[in-house]
């Protein structure tokens, strides 16, 4: 008689892999490009605290649950959810849906990255000149007219076009950067949790290297601790703002990476006797300190390039004043500048008035930041071209960020992979190389429609949509769905049981009340604004009259479309599978165990508190 | 007669001193920034510079415009001031009152304006001639672009990585389907799977010792 064996479910070598893969799934793009964005526009130190309010009454409870589900119920995310209760299985579908629509997108920003990581090896950068133009006269329009890192971000990378409706022609150079970010994933994850597992080694610990080189470079240039001040200095008017509250909580939860469903997959693979409450604490504060270090270290970079435009900005006046009243060189300098300007002004003031001198102000220059692709490609590549010895900075900060999404795509390729291999969906004589081999094919293939003209435009699109409200629905989904569905005695009793201690009070009020309601509320006023208003984005557009300034155009119809589609169907497993299953077993409701598993089934029960006695 | 020589070179400079001002037709004005360019190796500006800069305008023009032999008196120069700059005008060697016309002395700085930014340790821009404006520089070209060396050499690593990651698999897997044909020879005592059943954790697998 044949016999069939039981793969014997993958485990991490050690916690520190396991450790290391959520940060790594945790810590990513976001801590690097918006975290600091919001700390500045939101009144610098004063933001933390909600930020911080928001991690504990939020953030925490909710890794918690998804940490503690996972490595109980020893099963990725659909698998779970059908496991506490089937008619919730639904949630999990929702989240392979969102991991993998997210998986896509994000793999095109990796690819964007390994773009100018490749163009980082050549003297001088290719985004700090101007091309010439066609007869060699001068230099190419549009780049004269915005600045050469806007020409090569725009033009040489992406070659966008004018808006969204026009699709443009396959960039081959993207879908070729786009093609090895996909088989770098391929390999990381060629052995699942094996080979991933050593991968985060590096991924993980490698970002945090590169922050601290950035911030002792940048605190030895000049600049950076204008930078810092500016960051920092508290506004606390604006903790009067709901918007501040609003951004918080979504940062915190967006940065955390709940709803994915790649946390409950590596949770699962852990020993069933683990402190998940203490793994809790360590990822989401070390979340939340990579972010801060991170604006620490971009802030001081950034204020280094604030002095330097504001230096350039005096600099020129310095040459017009120079130049027009033969002063002799060098005699006006940066230091006495506004000495001679007054002296100058007195002495005879409509010359002054008739050169039209710019007005030079530090802040306007540190005003100018920016959050997501903006800062990286634009702000600081223009900050590393001044730096000497640009490109070593330039392949460091780029291999950063590469390692930060390379981190974060683990979590998302988890959340797909490990329910396909857990539910059986494909037969089983093929081998998990072969799966993960099409999953990332197909994943590449559908990926394609980023490499187009108007790819950026639809990364913006995806990354609005649907890496926001499906979340927080699946989010809040799944906190009712074990608390009130599953029923908070038994998710107690299944702490104990892994960890030895029941959770406290605090963890339970969370579960209960607090964190429910702040999803929420957080749903309601994220749709409701967004709701507000006909959708637009910025296009790049050089028949604009105000180029170089982004033109705000609104989504077409058929765009909006898509968007509806794009937040909706995700989250439509969560009805659906309740309702097939009713229709299906009727009122009498599903067999019992129609997902035994070998961790759950009417072997034995376990012992718990309860029943000690 | 040495004093018509005297009155003949007197009414020369002051005509050529006319034929040079601030906006003349055909001058240029010229602007030395030597401590932006030198630093602390800045030297000063005096007469022996300048004439040198008439020196070697007058090569130029004797380079570009073939044929005329010009003389360091037939670059005039007025207006010095301290910035360093000044303006000049430039006279035709078979006239000296007439000047040479502007797009035949532009010529001849194109031409030779390397060699005018080199006498001085100069460059285009902390040398300029205001009107004339450099040619740019043409920007570096590769046969190869450089990003795709990068590229094709991390895709070959990566290439070859998955090829021997996948082939160590294969064997191994060959290598246990080999092993447990052998282990199921012996096999009895195993908890058999059924279609609905389920592997059950809660009883460990007989061990071998017991086997009768």
């Known amino acids: ?613 | 007669m040495w004093k018509n020589t005297f009155f003949l070179f007197f009414i020369l400079s002051a005509c050529a001193e006319e034929l040079c001002k601030p906006d003349a037709s055909n001058g240029y004005k010229v602007r030395l920034s030597l401590k932006t360019a030198l630093g602390d190796d800045a030297y000063t500006w005096n007469k022996n510079e300048m004439f040198l800069f008439q020196s070697t305008l007058a090569f130029a023009m004797r380079t570009s415009h073939t044929g005329q032999s010009y003389e360091i008196s037939n670059i005039v120069v007025c207006n010095e001031t301290d910035r360093v700059s000044f303006w000049f005008v430039v006279t035709s060697p078979g006239n000296p009152t007439e000047l040479v016309e502007n797009y035949i002395v532009e010529e001849a700085i194109r031409k030779s304006r390397h060699r005018i930014n080199s006498a001085f340790l100069l460059t285009d821009k902390t040398l300029e001639f205001v009107g004339i404006l450099p040619t740019l520089a043409t920007p570096v070209s590769y046969d190869t672009p450089p990003w795709l060396i990068v590229f094709g050499v991390l895709m070959g690593i990566i290439v070859a990585g998955i090829i021997v990651l996948l082939a160590s698999s294969i064997v191994k897997r060959k290598r246990k389907t080999r092993r447990t044909d052998e282990e199921e020879a012996d096999e009895e005592t195993r908890v058999k799977t059924m279609d609905n059943g389920v592997y059950n954790m809660s009883f460990s697998v007989e061990d071998k010792l017991t086997q009768m």
């Not at chain 1, 006269?137 to 007219?145: I, L, S």
């Not at chain 1, 971009?298 to 310095?318: D, E, H, M, T």
């Not at chain 1, 559908?446 to 989010?475: C, D, H, K, Q, T």
């Open chain 1, 1 to 613: 008689m044949s016999t069939t064996k039981e793969k014997e479910r993958p485990k991490w070598d050690n916690k520190v892999q396991y450790l290391l893969t959520c940060i790594g799934f945790a810590v990513g793009l976001g801590n690097v490009w918006r975290f600091p964005y919001l700390c500045q526009i939101y009144g610098g130190g004063a933001f933390l605290i909600p930020y911080l309010i928001a991690l504990v009454f939020q953030g925490l409870p909710l890794l918690y649950l998804e940490l503690a589900i996972g490595q109980r119920l020893r099963q990725g995310s659909i698998g779970a959810w059908n496991c506490i209760s089937p008619m919730l299985g639904g949630i999990g579908i929702a989240s392979m849906v969102v991991s993998f629509l997210v998986s896509i997108f994000y793999n095109t920003i990796l690819a964007w990255v390994l773009w100018y990581f490749f163009n980082s090896f050549q003297e001088p950068l290719p985004w700090s000149s101007c091309p010439l133009n066609v007869n060699s006269t001068g230099y190419n329009h549009e780049c004269e007219v915005s600045t050469p890192v806007n020409y090569f971000w725009y033009r040489e990378t992406l070659n966008i076009t004018a808006d969204i409706e026009t699709s443009g022609s396959l960039r081959w150079w993207i879908i070729l950067c786009q093609g090895t970010s996909w088989c770098i994933v391929y390999i990381c994850f060629i052995k699942g949790i094996e080979s991933m597992g050593k991968a985060v080694y590096v991924t993980t610990t490698f970002p945090s290297l590169v922050l601290t080189i950035f911030l002792t470079r940048a605190l030895t240039l000049p600049g950076a601790t204008d930078g810092l001040v500016y960051l920092f200095s508290p506004d606390w008017e604006i903790l009067k703002n709901p918007k501040v509250w609003l951004d918080a909580a979504t940062q915190i939860f967006f940065s955390l990476s709940v709803g994915f469903g790649g946390l409950i997959a590596f949770s699962s693979y852990n020993v069933e006797k683990n402190n998940c409450e203490r793994d809790t604490l360590l990822v989401g504060i070390i979340n939340s300190a990579t972010s801060l270090y991170a604006s620490i270290s971009i802030f001081s970079i950034l204020g280094f390039k604030a002095k330097n435009n504001y230096n350039s900005c005096v600099s020129q006046n310095i040459i017009s004043l120079t130049n027009h009243f033969d002063i002799a060189d060098q005699n006006i300098t940066l230091d006495n500048y506004m000495d001679w300007v007054d002296y100058l002004n007195q002495t005879s003031p409509s010359d002054v008035a008739s050169l039209d001198l710019r007005t030079c102000d530090l802040n306007t220059f540190l005003d100018q930041s920016a959050s997501g692709t903006g800062l990286a490609f634009i702000v600081f590549t223009e900050a590393v071209i001044e730096m000497p010895g640009s490109q070593v900075w330039a392949v460091l900060f780029f291999i950063m960020l590469f390692s930060l999404g390379l981190s974060s795509m683990f979590g998302n390729i988890g959340g797909v992979l490990t329910p396909i291999q857990d539910l059986k969906l494909v037969p089983s004589w093929l081998p998990d190389e072969v799966v993960t081999a099409i999953v990332c094919l197909i994943s590449f293939l559908i990926a394609i429609i980023f490499g187009m003209g108007s790819g950026n435009y639809w990364v913006e699109v995806f990354n609005s949509y649907v890496g926001s409200v499906p979340l927080l629905i699946i989010a809040f989904m799944e906190i009712i769905g074990v608390v009130y569905i599953r029923g908070l005695k038994t998710f107690k009793e299944d702490v104990f049981y892994m960890t030895g201690k029941t959770p406290n009070i605090f963890w339970v009020s969370c579960w209960m009340v607090i964190s429910p309601v702040m999803l929420f509320v957080v749903l309601i006023a994220y749709v409701i604004i967004q709701a507000q208003e006909h959708p637009m984005y910025p296009a790049w557009n050089p028949d604009y009259e105000l180029f170089p300034q982004t033109e705000t155009k609104p989504y077409p119809n058929w765009v909006f479309a898509i968007i509806i589609l794009l937040s909706t169907v995700p989250v439509l497993p969560i009805v659906l599978v309740p309702l097939y299953k009713l229709i299906r077993y009727g009122r009498t409701g599903a067999p019992a165990e129609a997902n035994p598993t070998p961790y759950f089934n009417e072997g034995f029960e376990i012992e718990t508190q309860g029943t000690r006695n």
